[in-house]
């Protein structure tokens, strides 16, 4: 039922805010953050010299990666584009036997939230492919506390030795990704997270 006052049908405004949604997410992404680039900014444990950047090849496919062993972390600290998601894709290099998980999740120094994880076994070929929305972290929000866009968020990449020997893992051209008008606004940010000046 509509009023004279308001003549727009409900499913007709429903309709429209839909078609707006998903335009926005039809957006092409661009690379924001190439977290390979970044490795010397991201707090290492058990250390920085676990970690290194070379080229890895899984079946065959070979791309720029994070290598280190299990278990591990890193965690970089950075405000996120508007709109973006993380992306990487993992591999395992080693003896038979071992069971590797590997896990991106964002905290805030006071909570950690799980987004994504993968469990990997040494012999399987190729790589795993992993994405993480990290929308919920940037931009506009309905409430009067929550301001993300004021935070300097904790990514952290995370992986376990389940079981067996050790195993050598690698992050595959982890990035942060966003449409276009989130890169140019991102990249204009004094606090983003760039390599450093060499």
């Known amino acids: 039922m509509t009023s004279s006052r308001f003549p727009i049908s409900v499913p007709l405004v429903l309709s429209v805010i839909g078609a707006f949604a998903c335009a926005r997410h039809d957006r092409p992404s661009v690379r924001v953050v190439d977290l390979v680039r970044a ?23 070979s791309w720029p990666s994070i290598l280190t062993m299990a278990p591990s972390r890193l965690v970089f600290t950075l405000p996120f584009p508007r709109r973006a998601t993380f992306h990487t894709a993992v591999a395992v290099d080693a003896t038979a036997g071992a069971h590797i998980r590997v896990r991106v999740g964002v905290s805030d120094e006071r909570i950690y939230e799980s987004l994504a994880q993968a469990t990997l076994v040494a012999g399987s070929p190729g790589w795993t492919e992993i994405r993480a929305d990290l929308s919920a972290y940037a931009g506009w929000k309905w409430s009067v506390f929550y301001r993300p866009d004021r935070v300097s968020w904790r990514l952290v990449l995370s992986t376990d030795l389940i079981g067996g020997p050790p195993a050598r893992v690698a992050w ?4 942060i990704d966003a449409d276009v008008d989130a890169a140019r606004a991102y990249a204009t940010r004094p606090d983003a997270l760039r390599p450093r000046a060499h």
């Not at 250390?47 to 090849?57: I, K, M």
């Not at 595959?172 to 990035?175: F, I, K, L, R």
């Open 39 to 61: 490795l010397d900014r991201a707090e290492a444990r058990p250390g920085p010299a676990a970690f290194e950047v070379a080229e890895f090849t899984a079946a065959g496919v």
């Open 172 to 175: 595959g051209v982890p990035t």
